[in-house]
């Protein structure tokens, strides 16, 4: 199903393409979603999650299976609204045909502005910054490496989405083959009994304390984030081969496969340092790998976690793009920006604007604050997405839906719930910066308008639809 013919940009030229090729298939897809994830997070977060669950593995690794199964959960949601809705846009689309114009243009305005060019340039900067354990470069060298590595994971993806994925699909396995065998030989080869450590009397709490309900509440957000990310495969969908079959699949495989991942590699932490010591690092990934496979392990994982950070920016630089390719082509965004190179095949100029406003974030680093402030937001409209799949079965109950969310209404309810959940308690925790991420968010809303008017002035006999 394709986005609705009057929320189309009108102005395309004879002879432009204006549709995606349909390239990716069922592993595409997968290596897309977990290396997308899987960034620097699981090669950090488990000590903070520790700290804030008392030093208590029990308790600690609950989080991780809790707000893996909130994951899961959204990541069925999706699967069914991939699956009936299978355009480039993914969670944009979703919003925009279920509540209006309005909040979809506001989401990927974020996006565009902050959320993923700031991730990119995040994950940009700390390439650099693990890239400098391996050869000193200084401060400017740094920005540079910075700016070259945005640069270059534009120039693969301009060339092609197949280039782009193939690449996507080394980089991912290459990470999750690394992280696995890491995993297993800290299990096997720690002096700590993993299994001695959850099930003893000192990884679980003798009562339930106010003290630990609010650790395993900020521990849960951490975790939330670590596992943040899936939703960007949701936009690749218009490039997806038999996309009603392969896009539920592969998000659902994927989530699953990242819960998997992540719950291993916190049971070899804890196998190679004692729940005492992980909790104490913030470097928790080679300070493991040393203590168990002595000091070239703290080179061998420097270069798994470069590895996964690159491979985690191009995901992002080959999925998010075709949002905007997307807003574009509604009339809400730069027009040139629904363009696709007619040769490459690539919504290339998506693409080359977002990787030029990551590089300027990365090289002037005024994207830590952007990102502190408005990255929060993003759940809002992670859990509008989910909504709308209630919107589609109430308007739509007839349409074909190739899959259907599994425990319907329950499984959609209780990742909105969770999302909801994340949001208020930021509302609550830091007002401040909420509020600020607000006001940026709302900041979209005049630049909507004008888009729209101007569209309108483009094709005055195409209304667009107006917004629910």
């Known amino acids: ?20 090729r349909r390239t990716l298939g069922l592993l595409d897809l997968i290596f897309i979603a977990i290396g997308t994830v899987i960034g620097s997070g699981i090669f950090l977060v488990p000590g903070v999650v520790l700290r804030e669950t008392g030093t208590q593995t ?15 959960l959204g990541a069925l949601t999706y699967a069914e609204m991939g699956a009936m809705k299978p355009d480039a846009g993914g969670l944009y689309t979703y919003i925009r045909d279920a509540f209006g114009a309005l909040p979809a243009f506001l989401y990927g305005w974020t996006s565009f502005f902050v959320i993923a060019s700031g991730s990119i340039a995040t994950l940009a900067v700390a390439f650099s910054g693990y890239f400098s354990a391996f050869l000193p470069v200084g401060g400017v060298g740094a920005r540079l490496i910075s700016v070259a590595v945005i640069i270059i994971i534009a120039a693969i993806n301009v060339r092609g989405t197949r280039n782009s994925a193939t690449m996507q699909n080394w980089t991912t396995g290459t990470k999750v083959a690394g992280l696995l065998l890491l995993s297993v030989s800290m299990i096997a080869l720690g002096p700590t009994s993993t299994i001695g450590s959850i099930v003893s009397r000192d990884a679980w709490p003798t009562s339930i304390t106010p003290a630990l309900l609010s650790g395993v509440g900020v521990a849960m957000i951490g975790v939330l984030w670590a596992y943040e990310g899936w939703q960007y495969v949701t936009f690749s969908a218009g490039e997806t081969r038999d996309p009603q079959r392969t896009f539920p699949r592969a998000i659902s495989i994927a989530t699953a496969a990242l819960v998997a991942l992540y719950l291993l590699a916190n049971l070899g932490y804890i196998a190679a340092l004692g729940p005492q010591a992980v909790a104490a690092t913030d470097h928790i990934a080679a300070d493991a790998g040393i203590a168990v496979l002595g000091p070239v392990a703290g080179r061998i994982v420097g270069l798994l976690i470069l590895i996964s950070i690159f491979s985690a920016a191009n995901g992002i630089m080959l999925t998010a793009p075709r949002m ?3 807003m574009a082509r509604d009339g809400v965004f730069f027009k040139r920006l629904a363009i696709v190179h007619p040769t490459l095949g690539t919504p290339a100029f998506a693409i080359i604007a977002i990787a030029v406003w990551s590089a300027l974030l990365a090289s002037t680093g005024t994207f830590e604050q952007l990102l502190t402030y408005v990255v929060f937001t993003g759940w809002i409209f992670y859990g509008l997405g989910a909504l709308s799949v209630f919107v589609y079965r ?7 839906r190739p899959f259907r969310v599994p425990g319907y209404p329950v499984t959609p309810v209780l990742f909105v719930a969770s999302a909801a959940a994340l949001v208020v308690n930021t509302l609550v925790t830091q007002p401040t910066r909420a509020a600020a991420g607000v006001i940026a968010v709302l900041l979209g ?24």
């Not at 609950?62 to 707000?67: D, Y």
């Not at 630049?447 to 008017?453: D, K, M, P």
């Open 1 to 20: 199903m394709t986005a609705p013919s009057d929320m189309r940009e009108t102005e395309a030229q004879p002879g432009t393409i204006t549709e995606l």
């Open 58 to 72: 029990g308790p600690a690794l609950l989080v991780w299976i809790a707000a893996g199964i909130l994951s899961y």
């Open 445 to 468: 809303t005049p630049a909507f308008y004008a888009w729209r008017a101007r569209s309108r002035r483009a094709a005055p006999t195409t209304p667009i639809a107006p917004e629910l």
């Open 324 to 326: 905007y390719f997307a």
């Open 394 to 400: 109430r308007r739509e109950p007839n349409a074909i």
